[in-house]
């Protein structure tokens, strides 16, 4: 008796391990990306932050930072009296942001020398995932990312 070839049963439990090994691949895959566009988010915005504190230094002007849990703006004192005026002072950057945030300020302003009040975090929702950076950290002097861990922003 010559046994060449598949039955139909070995191929269909061919196919089922096939079937499940992609299932968990991409939803493992999905979790991964998720991660990435947070943390991406995650740091544009602490580059935008750096930027505006860095411009506030290098033109001697005050710039705020408007924020809710879906936007942030980065505002230029150009009238220079020290209080955001909308629509007069210049809208430098208007971001709407693909994660909500969970806790923020509504208002960061850095000064002339790069002090920055108040001292407080930003932290992005993203639910039950895990991820390397997903907060920023804003002190006097310092802007940092990290992750949120058992409600701090841990900096890494």
Request: charged content about 15%.
């Amino acid at each position: 008796m010559d046994n060449r070839g598949l039955t139909l049963t070995e191929l269909m439990v061919v196919i089922v391990i096939i079937s499940i090994l992609v299932g968990v691949a991409g939803y493992t895959l999905r979790g991964r990306m998720m991660g990435y566009r947070v943390e991406n988010q995650v740091k544009g915005m602490y580059a935008d932050l750096m930027n505006a504190r860095a411009r506030a230094m290098e033109q001697n002007r005050i710039h705020f930072v408007q924020v809710t849990a879906n936007t942030y703006q980065i505002i230029d004192d150009i009238n220079e009296n020290g209080v955001y005026n909308a629509g007069v002072d210049d809208t430098i950057i208007n971001r709407t942001l693909q994660y909500p945030l969970l806790a923020f300020p509504a208002a960061i302003t850095m000064n002339t020398r790069g002090l920055i009040t108040p001292n407080t975090q930003i932290q992005v929702d993203i639910g039950n995932n895990v991820v390397d950076y997903d907060c920023i950290v804003l002190s006097t002097t310092k802007i940092n990312i990290g992750q949120w861990v058992g409600g701090d922003c841990v900096v890494k």
